[in-house]
């Protein structure tokens, strides 16, 4: 009954929900529209009520919580649910089968619920539809109020709903239903992931309408514009890949440019997730247009050497609390290059910023991030949280990092010889690169576990069995000596590895959390703290290819752990790869249902297995 589903249209919106039609979480909605592209999402239509009469016996395909009770329980009617690419579901009643699908419109926010009848059909056959709206921020609920205004406008095969000024308008075009006036509050739906999160989960939604179809195909255009007609199914198509089919989900339109939403449901476009998955969801599926029109968008918002962490809902000048997005930046321009060999569009329109980057890193910018005497990069400041690892409760810094983590010296240590590769003032970055190169290992080599401490910070050492000391081995440019690199690959592999990623930290660890659940402060308290999270397994293959080779041994242990995700994509994860899972097993999923790094680094490194 939990398992979800997901559609999206290119500009941040989506529909989504469970296979059952049982909204479990405030972020479904058979229309969440991006009234602000990729940001300002609205909850506006949450879903369709659907009832099958047939010779006067009703029967109710919704199902929907409320307290104590599960009703109606249309689940029962439910016979298959697959992905033809799109969500379809078959419901059987009164010895009526009814298919139903639904999709969006690729760049619009308008999504096409689509019934049809299969076999015969009785005369005395109708299908009630009666859509309940939210019309709110899909990060909250709705309540009964007076403030909604229930009248709607009609027209011939179309209905208009404004019931709050200063909101878009919801349009419901049909094809030839009877339109009854309903204006009825449905009261206290129950989602029970809000629960278990310890958020608001009861909600209000409003029925203003009833649409009666008596035809043996009826479709419903949600939108936030008029319809002329019914749109028609995509056409369906086959995927040689189902980490490909996956990747189309999270690349979005930012005004005149492209952009990457970090997750689905409640996550917008960040700048670390999007330099991370940027090589998997485009380069690795020859979208090359659309890597340069992102790097080209972030490279717009860089401030004091410092690329956005992220850009608010709401439309709020970004916010730069980060230091790895910014070094992310220099891989994934790095990627390009190698996929397309275009260094004229990288000369032309990024090296200037990237070698303001590097000048401001030299300097020292926000947060405390400036390049030491030793040459490493020092980043921090009491009560901030910069590196990827970032929960905080309050003022409780859950996982904290200041100083000198050890991917950020990877990262800068790849950056600085990304500059020396593109030639102009060549010199000066490799001697930076040589000095940082050269401090690193005596500083970070943990000869007792034969790993890499995780930070260092003046006389502290971290010594955390944590994944992030995988980057000095999987990052193209390596910080860490070839004769170093099999033992970091060994420990991660030995403590960390599961079949669905890394693990944040070694389960022998005091500050170990095995699962991720509960409220919001027991889930930030496992977040970084032994939860599994898939886009590490891409990393973690490329450094495992780097130290055992391209044996037939090692691409076929790189192929298993690939194939596993396969398997889950096909599966449990109807089509997606979630945020995360927990660190004991057996690994459940959590977070969000759909995350652009895990799909991107999956991808990545299928390509670097099956093609290179």
Not at 96 to 115: C, W
Not at 556 to 575: C, M, T, V
């Amino acid at each position: 009954m939990h398992e979800e589903w997901l559609e999206t249209n290119g500009l941040g919106g989506y529909a989504s929900s469970t296979i059952t039609g049982l909204n479990t979480r405030r972020y479904h909605g058979l229309l969440v529209a991006a009234t602000k592209p990729p940001v300002g999402r609205m909850v506006l239509l949450s879903k369709l009520e659907e009832t099958l009469v047939i010779a006067g016996h009703r029967y109710e395909l919704s199902t929907n919580r409320y307290p104590g009770v599960v009703h109606p329980q249309g689940y029962q009617y439910l016979k298959q649910f697959r992905r033809d690419p799109f969500p379809i579901f078959t419901y059987e009643a009164g010895g009526v089968r009814l298919e139903k699908s639904v999709f969006m419109v690729d760049g619009e926010n308008t999504t096409v619920i689509q019934y049809e009848f299969r076999g015969p059909i009785p005369d005395a056959c109708t299908l009630e539809l009666r859509p309940l709206i939210a019309f709110r921020d899909y990060h909250s609920t709705t309540h009964e109020n007076s403030a909604l205004d229930p009248r709607f406008e009609t027209g011939d095969g179309w209905v208009k709903l404004s019931p709050y000024a200063g909101l878009p308008p919801l349009y419901l075009t049909h094809a030839g239903a009877v339109v009854e006036p309903a204006g009825t509050w449905y009261r206290n739906f129950e989602y029970d992931r809000e629960r278990e999160r310890g958020l608001d989960f009861r909600e209000d939604l409003f029925n203003p309408l009833v649409l009666i179809c008596n035809s043996p195909r009826a479709t419903v255009v949600a939108s936030t514009e008029p319809r002329a007609a019914p749109a028609q199914a995509p056409p369906r198509r086959k995927t040689t890949s189902a980490l490909a089919a996956a990747a189309d989900q999270f690349i979005v339109r930012r005004g005149e440019q492209h952009t990457i939403i970090a997750g689905y449901h409640w996550f917008g476009d960040w700048g670390r997730d999007t330099m991370i998955a940027l090589p998997g969801l485009t380069l690795a599926t020859g979208r090359y247009d659309i890597a340069k029109s992102i790097l080209l968008g972030f490279a717009a918002h860089v401030d004091r050497g410092m690329l956005p962490n992220r850009f608010p809902d709401a439309g709020e000048a970004p916010e730069y609390n980060t230091v790895d997005a910014t070094l992310w930046f220099f891989e994934a321009v790095r990627a390009l290059l190698e996929a397309t060999g275009d260094d004229g569009f990288v000369r032309r329109k990024l090296y200037a910023t990237l070698a303001d980057i590097i000048a401001w890193h030299e300097r020292g910018t926000r947060y405390g991030i400036h390049v030491d005497s030793d040459g490493l990069l020092h980043a921090g400041e009491p009560g901030v949280q910069l590196t990827w690892m970032d929960a905080k409760v309050g003022d409780w810094v859950v996982t904290p990092r200041s100083g000198k983590p050890v991917e950020i010296q990877a990262l800068w240590y790849n950056a600085l010889r990304v500059m020396a590769d593109l030639g102009a003032d060549s010199a000066h970055y490799t001697a930076l690169a040589d000095r940082a190169q050269s401090s690193f290992l005596p500083q970070f080599w943990n000869d007792r576990a034969q790993c890499l401490y995780d930070v260092i910070d003046g006389d502290t050492r971290d010594a955390s069995i944590r994944p992030n000391q995988i980057f000095a081995v999987s990052l193209f440019h390596k910080i860490l000596p070839a004769e170093k690199a099999k033992a970091v690959v060994d420990a991660v592999e030995q403590q960390l590895l599961t079949p669905y990623g890394l693990r944040t930290l070694a389960p022998g660890d005091p500050q170990y959390r095995g699962r991720y659940e509960g409220d919001q402060r027991s889930r930030d308290s496992a977040y970084h703290q032994g939860t599994v999270w898939p886009w590490l397994m891409g990393p973690f293959i490329s450094a495992y290819l780097h130290v055992h080779g391209r044996s037939p041994e090692a691409l076929a242990k790189a192929a298993g752990w690939l194939s596993g995700f396969e398997r889950y994509i096909s599966g449990d994860g109807l089509g997606q790869v979630p945020e995360v899972f927990d660190g004991d097993a057996p690994q459940r999923p959590g977070g969000c249902i759909a995350q652009a790094w895990s799909v991107a680094e999956l991808l990545r490194a299928a390509l670097q297995v099956y093609r290179e």
